[in-house]
């Protein structure tokens, strides 16, 4: 049930394998897919190391979204560097960090102590993420959505759970009867009542497309938040994190936040063309969560993939549908639920 990263992934993983699906949408939830930039950045800044699990999710990145631009034919898939300004600091440490936490096949040890631009601030350089770039999420899930509509393997309409009934073996919803049951529903994942007492915390994240003619970049900008190119001169710019704020509503606060920073890494005017807001599902330990109810096991779950959507979908995706075909004996346990029910 639902539609965003994490169901499209999951149900083209489960088509690739063989198996027929019905997915339900419902149009009035608005997940983070919906709003998400799709970065896709193996490095944590704030501490230079690798993003949780890189190494094993990275290399399934560019197969399955190469894999969907060819069955939709539609491009969404956008590789590019991430330069990372500098600060005095980082600029002496990044080649040693760089070294010592192991990234060298995802930047480039040397720095860019020279890099200058005339439009951006960087006066120590850059650092250079060479793996990286970004995906068009609201493209991709539209395009999957036309496809699946063309398979007759979608409905867009509310989920009531009134209406779900479930066996060790089975479920039936309406006139849908399959085996499992999967919820990809995001943040509104609370609310469902076999697993709201699981340990979620979600963030609000705000965002801003802006129009820059002047600046003319091709790679991504990191400084506090990130400048992300998306052609024809328009830039998305985020994003926001807030804890305790879980509506949807966009706010001047966050405008303000991101304008900011904006001013410390760029020197040209632009134009703000638009402003959203969206919930991350995040797990408390910051961890997907893939897996079956122990009291239900027809009844299960992917979520929690948090800011790292793009960068963790592909893989998680893929390891629970496996895990469903009776293709892997476990989930691994860090993304596994029974770390929740464990006694």
């Not at 993003?51 to 069955?71: G, K, M, R």
């Not at 479930?166 to 499992?180: L, R």
Request: charged share 25%; net charge neutral; aromatic share 10%.
């Amino acid at each position: 049930m639902g539609q965003g990263l994490a169901g499209t992934l999951l149900s083209f993983e489960l088509l690739r394998l063989g198996k027929s699906i019905m997915v339900y949408d419902d149009p009035g939830l608005f997940g983070a897919s919906s709003v998400s930039a799709g970065l896709i950045n193996p490095i944590v800044f704030r501490r230079m190391t690798k993003s949780w699990l890189v190494d094993t999710t990275y290399p399934q990145i560019e197969e399955t979204y190469l894999a969907l631009e060819n069955l939709l034919n539609e491009k969404f898939y956008h590789p590019c560097q991430i330069l990372k300004i500098l600060n005095e600091q980082s600029a002496r440490t990044w080649k040693e960090k760089v070294q010592a936490n192991q990234l060298e096949n995802y930047v480039e040890a040397i720095p860019d102590l020279s890099f200058r631009h005339k439009n951006i601030r960087s006066p120590f350089g850059v650092g250079r993420v060479t793996k990286a770039g970004r995906v068009d999420l609201q493209k991709l899930s539209a395009s999957f959505g036309a496809y699946l509509e063309q398979q007759h393997a979608v409905r867009r309409q509310e989920f009531n759970f009134i209406n779900l009934e479930a066996e060790p073996g089975n479920v039936s919803y309406n006139d849908v009867k399959a085996q499992k049951i999967i919820f990809c529903e995001g943040p509104a994942v609370s609310q469902n009542p076999y697993f709201n007492e699981l340990k979620f915390k979600h963030s609000k994240g705000e965002i801003l497309e802006l129009k820059i003619p002047r600046i003319h970049l091709d790679e991504i900008i990191s400084n506090d938040i990130f400048l992300m190119p998306l052609g024809n001169d328009h830039y998305k710019l985020g994003a926001t994190y807030h804890w305790d704020d879980f509506n949807m509503e966009i706010t001047t606060e966050a405008r303000e936040e991101l304008l900011a920073n904006l001013e410390k890494s760029i020197s040209v005017p632009f134009k703000i063309v638009d402003h959203k807001a969206g919930i991350r599902p995040t797990m408390h330990d910051r961890k997907p969560v893939a897996g079956f109810h122990p009291q239900h096991p027809s009844i299960g779950i992917l979520n929690g993939l948090g800011s790292k959507g793009a960068l963790l979908a592909p893989w998680c995706a893929r390891h629970l549908a496996e895990y469903m075909c009776g293709m892997s004996a476990q989930i691994l346990p860090e993304v596994s639920i029974d770390r929740y029910f464990k006694k």
